[in-house]
């Protein structure tokens, strides 16, 4: 089985300081792989660096490769192709990842629009349906209202939306559940995990939440200070960590509430 | 144990009630009201560490505010140590400023950013002598280094403001100490640390601990009692073994059953 996401010797650098030192992990199709660490360990900047979306002030080298076509460095018409499409993303903060001034059914729509021959009234028939896959309750008045109309759950139900919109094959959420209330969370990664399951697609999950990883995810990958230091299938590493960081993150995760 | 237990209590709540009036929606029509409070009762004994527990919207940020003296309750009582604190004008409120202090979630928004610390810890104890002797005792108990005194909050990590934070509520020798969600900011290494940095310190000077939050786990670890809240209203409280290991409202239980297990992730059935 060949991976649908290889990344190779990944560096990022800013100045004289080096953020993320030689990442290599791969994601084979259909895989649910967490990413963990503390703040800081450069989790978002691996994430950026798949995505293209890496600050100016960063230079990165190695590769990243999607399919075997390789990311890092691509030109921008290139990548703005893939994300949105092959790449999809969540991350922690829906209101700012939404356009306030419009109304969420066209936002949905847009997201199909941006990569498929589809008119306006079909996109926006797809856009309901979709508010209605990721159980929004009335999906037809909630396309018609406005980001701040909604609460912080219905809002990220709304960018998981856009997010499966066009199938992607790669799924990169970044602590999509870290602002939300802990009922919210449960549902919202029930549906991260139907929306990426009826498609077979893959995912990469961001948190430094490990009881939410261990659910979610069949393998993780443990980042201290933009190195990997340990990887492997979930139970093993968070079952029996071997490295002296995974076993403190353990540690200060082991409060539990049941 | 007290066959009263209400002469125990060191902040004793009834039937408190806070609505607020939302701004006109439309020009003829009443202001809509929100009962953020609706007929809360309980009382935190003395020397325990009293977890209210609770999402967004629960009423949570309202109950501290009121038991902090910082707003009014619509209706109900609130006393401190017996003595009636709903009642009391501002200038009166003295005492409780001196006796219960607030720990807030984001240490960067309540420490001002132009002063030094030793001025932030000591701004509680006025302009009494010897202020700067009880700042080197307080860096010394939140495990700050002596020099820290010296700098600003915007040189320290997200962990070490918050022990800062900690430091100035402890300056005043208060009994009582109101927790309002001190970790949720923070990152999880250091979230631990500072879980036993308040432990330790309630032991140490003998505190009562009001800590609020939305994170069971986290009351759990810390807390001997815990409320749960709901929209206004605690559904459920008593001792943390029986709430957790027997929850009686169905809420209750819907909060545990969602909040994700690391153990029952791990030993959950194999993947098919």
């Not at chain 1, 990344?7 to 992990?25: I, K, Q």
């Not at chain 1, 967490?34 to 990165?60: R, Y």
């Not at chain 2, 439309?26 to 009382?43: I, M, N, Y």
């Amino acid at each position: 089985m060949s991976a649908l996401l290889t990344v190779d010797g990944l560096r990022l650098t800013t100045g004289p300081s080096t953020l993320v030192d030689d990442v290599s992990f791969h994601i084979g199709p259909g895989e649910r792989v967490g990413l963990i660490g503390a703040s800081g360990s450069g989790k978002s900047l691996t994430a950026s660096a798949i995505m293209g979306l890496l600050p100016e002030e960063i230079t990165a080298s190695g590769s990243v490769r999607l399919d075997g076509r390789q990311l890092l460095g691509a030109p921008e018409r290139q990548l703005s192709r893939l994300r949105g499409k092959d790449i999809a993303m969540v991350f922690q903060e829906p209101m700012t990842a939404l356009n306030p001034a419009m109304r969420v059914g066209r936002q949905v729509a847009e997201a199909m629009r941006l990569h498929r021959r589809i008119d306006r009234g079909a996109a926006l028939a797809a856009a309901v349906e979709l508010l209605d896959r990721v159980r929004l309750p009335e999906p037809e008045r909630i396309a018609r209202a406005y980001p701040h109309q909604l609460s912080g759950g219905q809002r990220q139900r709304v960018v998981l939306a856009i997010a499966l919109a066009n199938d992607p094959a790669l799924l990169i959420c970044d602590e999509p559940t870290t602002a939300l209330d802990v009922t919210v969370q449960a549902r919202i990664l029930d549906l991260i995990l139907a929306g990426v399951g009826e498609q077979g697609g893959a995912l990469l999950f961001i948190t430094h939440d490990l009881a939410v990883v261990a659910s979610v995810c069949e393998r993780v990958l443990v980042l201290e200070q933009g190195r990997i230091v340990e990887s492997g299938p979930v139970r093993q590493v968070l079952g029996a960590p071997r490295h002296e960081y995974t076993k403190r993150l353990l540690a200060a995760s082991t409060l539990e509430a049941s | 144990m007290s066959d009263n237990p209400r002469s125990e209590s060191v902040v004793s709540v009834r039937d408190l009630w806070r609505t607020y009036r939302r701004p006109r929606t439309s020009l003829f029509g009443p202001r809509p009201e929100v009962h953020a409070l609706r007929g809360v009762s309980f009382d935190v004994a003395r020397g325990s560490r009293f977890g209210i527990v609770g999402e967004s919207g629960s009423g949570k940020s309202t109950l501290v505010r009121l038991l902090a003296g910082l707003d009014r309750p619509s209706a109900g009582e609130i006393s401190f140590d017996g003595r009636r604190i709903d009642t009391l004008p501002e200038r009166r409120l003295g005492f409780l400023r001196s006796r219960l202090q607030v720990v807030f979630q984001d240490p960067m928004g309540s420490l001002d950013p132009r002063m030094r610390v030793r001025d932030i810890i000591s701004e509680p104890l006025g302009r009494q002598p010897g202020r700067f002797e009880r700042v080197r005792e307080l860096l010394e108990a939140v495990d700050l280094p002596a020099d820290a005194g010296r700098r600003y909050p915007h040189q320290f990590s997200g962990g070490q403001r918050q022990r800062i934070s900690i430091a100035r509520a402890l300056a005043p020798r208060p009994g009582v100490l109101v927790a309002d969600e001190p970790v949720s900011a923070l990152d999880v290494l250091v979230r631990a640390q500072i879980l036993d940095l308040l432990a330790d310190l309630v032991e140490r000077y003998a505190l009562t601990m009001v800590f609020v939050s939305h994170d069971l786990a986290v009351v759990r670890h810390v807390c001997d009692t815990v409320a749960v809240m709901r929209q206004g209203e605690i559904v459920e409280q008593g001792p943390v073994r029986d709430v957790y290991g027997e929850p009686r409202h169905p809420y209750t239980r819907e909060l545990i059953a969602a909040a994700p297990s690391l153990s029952a992730a791990l030993s959950g059935p194999e993947e098919g």
